[in-house]
């Protein structure tokens, strides 16, 4: 399978800040998928990225491919209360879904 | 529109108790569907998925179990279970194959 690593596991950031978390791999990957889950809840499909140095945004969520397709980011900029929660990337390859171990968010005010 | 529903939300059963838990699927027809575990809050472990009715594929080998008994029923059992068995356990669907949708969860404490 296509596994993925995240970094940080942990972001302390104060409302206002910006934040990013970063999805690796050491294989190419076929396609890159970001979920949150908020805390207590289960994840939330964000968004899919497939092609080659791909940017989406959605709002203040800023998510990017990779040119070599082996990394992913995710920035937000300008954090609100709002964006606490664990932010997960997943890759799949067949049947095989493969998920980072997350990145939890916690901002406060 | 869709919907997902796993039952109970949360459940504590003693070591050695067996275990069903399910989950049902509404306003879509022949989806994939998943079964995860998440322990303390972290990443989500495949335990299970299903293409279709009878078609059950498990990625981790453990004392648990998966039926796909109809179309948008899928059920995770115990026969008996284990202290490390407790978790956060996630019922999925897809249609699209990268795009789940996730249930509401079960929480297992295994006392």
Redesign the interface.
């Known amino acids: 399978g296509q596994q993925v690593m995240q970094i940080p596991q942990y972001q302390h950031v104060q409302e206002g800040e910006d934040f990013t978390t970063y999805c690796n791999s050491s294989t190419t990957l076929s396609n890159i998928q970001w979920y949150k889950q908020r805390p207590g809840g289960h994840p939330v499909f964000l968004i899919q990225l497939v092609k080659s140095g791909e940017v989406k945004k959605q709002k203040r969520l800023t998510f990017q491919f990779g040119e070599a397709k082996k990394n992913s980011s995710l920035h937000i900029t300008a954090t609100q209360t709002t964006d606490v929660g664990t932010y997960f990337c997943e890759s799949n390859s067949g049947y095989a879904l493969n998920f980072g171990k997350g990145t939890s968010l916690l901002v406060t005010p | 529109s869709q919907t997902i529903h796993q039952w109970p939300a949360t459940l504590v059963q003693p070591v050695g108790s067996p275990l069903s838990l399910e989950c049902t699927v509404e306003g879509t027809s022949n989806p994939?569907l998943?079964w995860y575990r998440q322990a303390a809050?972290?990443?989500?472990q495949?335990l299970f998925?299903s293409?279709g009715i009878g078609q059950i594929?498990s990625?981790v080998p453990q004392n648990l179990s998966a039926s796909r008994p109809q179309d948008r029923q899928f059920i995770l059992s115990s026969k008996k279970l284990l202290l490390s068995d407790s978790g956060f356990y996630?019922c999925?669907w897809s249609v699209i194959?990268?795009?789940?949708?996730?249930?509401?969860?079960t929480r297992l404490t295994v006392t």
């Open positions: 994939n998943y809050g972290r990443g989500l495949l998925y293409v594929s990625e996630l999925a194959q990268y795009e789940q949708y996730f249930g509401p969860g």
